[in-house]
């Protein structure tokens, strides 16, 4: 049963870097024929795809975060991390890692609250 | 990219059959059969219930069913159930290597 668990800051100032990581067990994102995701939702509010990332390191990203995104894995760790860059109040929210088929999610870590505040 | 529409709420009572539509453009729900589906309860991870349009995932109920006509996807539940009122979210796929969201149905079980 693969398992994915979100790991970081909650607590992120204005202007500053949220930086998450997601660890895979029970799998190899090495295996390949999946893609590795980020998803966020505001408080109280809708799902937000953020971006996803092959094993071979291959990104895509959402064109609205694209500027200040960066996803990236280590297969040596069986982790894929998210950095995003310049965060504001709107940054403010629960973010999932998840591991994807053909555009679909079917496994989902816990989500994290990240909270951009002074 | 804008979101997909979904109706903010739906109810039904025990035993009826509800459906949740999901209205996109022909850039993304009218182009691809990629349309997926997640019930999420409050305060948890949302759960995969439909992909590829109808398909469903290992474990999921025979009740949940998808659909999808031109550019809007539904999704059906019937034999309603207390356990599935939650929240409901349809994904599709965008093209150029992207996904949207729909905004999210809220489902009560009167």
């Known amino acids: 049963q693969v398992q994915l668990q979100e790991s970081g800051p909650g607590l992120v100032k204005p202007s500053q870097t949220l930086s998450l990581t997601c660890t895979v067990s029970?799998?190899?994102?090495?295996?390949?024929?999946?893609?590795w995701s980020w998803i966020r939702q505001h408080p109280g509010k809708g799902l937000e795809w953020i971006g996803y990332?092959?094993?071979?390191?291959?990104?895509y990203y959402n064109p609205s975060l694209k500027s200040r995104l960066t996803i990236s894995v280590d297969t040596s760790k069986n982790q894929f991390s998210l950095k995003l860059t310049s965060v504001t109040a709107a940054d403010t929210a629960v973010y999932y890692c998840t591991r994807g088929g053909t555009y679909f999610f079917d496994y989902w870590g816990q989500g994290a609250l990240v909270t951009v505040s002074s | 990219q804008s979101a997909l529409t979904q109706p903010a709420s739906v109810s039904g009572s025990p035993g009826q059959s509800i459906t949740i539509s999901c209205t996109g453009t022909?850039?993304?729900?009218?182009?691809?059969?990629?349309v997926s589906w997640y019930q999420q309860h409050p305060g948890k991870a949302p759960k995969l219930m439909i992909y590829e349009v109808h398909k469903r995932p290992s474990g999921v109920s025979d009740r949940f069913s998808g659909s999808k006509s031109d550019n809007t996807a539904s999704l059906t539940i019937s034999g309603l159930q207390a356990e599935d009122e939650a929240d409901y979210y349809c994904c599709s796929y965008a093209g150029s290597n992207t996904l949207v969201f729909g905004g999210g149905t809220k489902l009560t079980v009167l």
């Open positions: 029970g799998g190899s994102i090495s295996s390949g024929g999946y893609y």
């Open positions: 990332i092959f094993y071979s390191g291959d990104t």
């Open positions: 022909s850039s993304d729900v009218g182009s691809y059969n990629l």
